[in-house]
């Protein structure tokens, strides 16, 4: 089954740029989705189709996939970002959708 | 507004059943896919089942196949999860979502979930 690889943790500075990895094989033939889940929430979609937001996510919230490896980008992050993110996809392969194992985002 | 609301979770033990319920609405349930993910406590997300528009197409995560059932009444805008021989390894908040659009496989909105314990 495929496979996607995130970061545990990743730690930034407010203001400064995050950037969250999400590696597969081959992922950028597909189409990758970005979630933002914070405590006790449900999931939100920030970025979908490798680089799209929709309506209501800040242009702050950015993504680009190539290769083996599908980036988010946060730019002038805030305290309000500190959240867990996960990428995702659908293997036409299996007719599978599948998660990535998540990252954590702490703003320092 | 869209909105998906979640029911028919709770405590029960291995080996029993238990079904879930997404009552939509808000938008028109009848053309979009529809999803189950679920969270473990304290963990990530794994994708559980999806169903099409129509009923027609529904697809397992390997470790609920055979087990758990998904199913949708257009007629009533809700989506069902029939959990069937449930495991410890099942216990965990799950969320219904629906596809975003027709062309993408992108989840939104979500629904807050609803907790599925399973223990003796």
């Known amino acids: 089954s495929y496979v996607l690889t995130q970061p545990p943790s990743v730690s930034v500075a407010p203001g400064q740029t995050a950037r969250i990895t999400c590696g597969g094989n081959n992922i950028g033939s597909k189409s990758v989705n970005w979630y933002q889940q914070k405590p006790g929430q449900a999931p939100v979609l920030v970025v979908y189709d490798d680089s799209d937001r929709p309506s209501g996510i800040p242009e702050r919230f950015s993504g680009s996939n190539s290769g083996n490896t599908a980036t988010l980008t946060i730019s002038r992050v805030e305290a309000g970002d500190e959240a867990d993110y996960y990428c995702?996809?659908?293997?036409?392969?299996?007719?599978?959708?599948?998660f990535g194992g998540g990252t954590t985002l702490t703003v320092l | 507004q869209v909105q998906l609301v979640e029911s028919g979770g709770g405590v029960v033990q291995p080996g029993r059943s238990l079904r879930l319920s997404c009552e939509a609405s808000g938008f028109t349930f009848s053309s979009f896919g529809m999803h189950w993910v679920r969270q473990t406590p304290g963990k990530g997300l794994e994708w559980v089942a999806a169903i099409s528009y129509d009923g027609s197409e529904k697809y397992y995560a390997d470790s609920v196949e055979g087990r758990f059932t998904i199913s949708r009444d257009n007629s009533k805008n809700t989506l069902y999860l029939q959990l069937n021989s449930l495991r410890t390894a099942d216990t965990a908040v799950y969320h219904c979502?629906?596809?975003?659009?027709?062309?993408?496989?992108?989840?939104?909105?979500w629904g807050q979930g609803t907790l599925v314990a399973v223990s003796s």
């Open positions: 995702h996809v659908w293997d036409s392969g299996s007719d599978h959708w599948v």
């Open positions: 979502a629906k596809r975003l659009l027709e062309w993408s496989h992108a989840l939104d909105p």
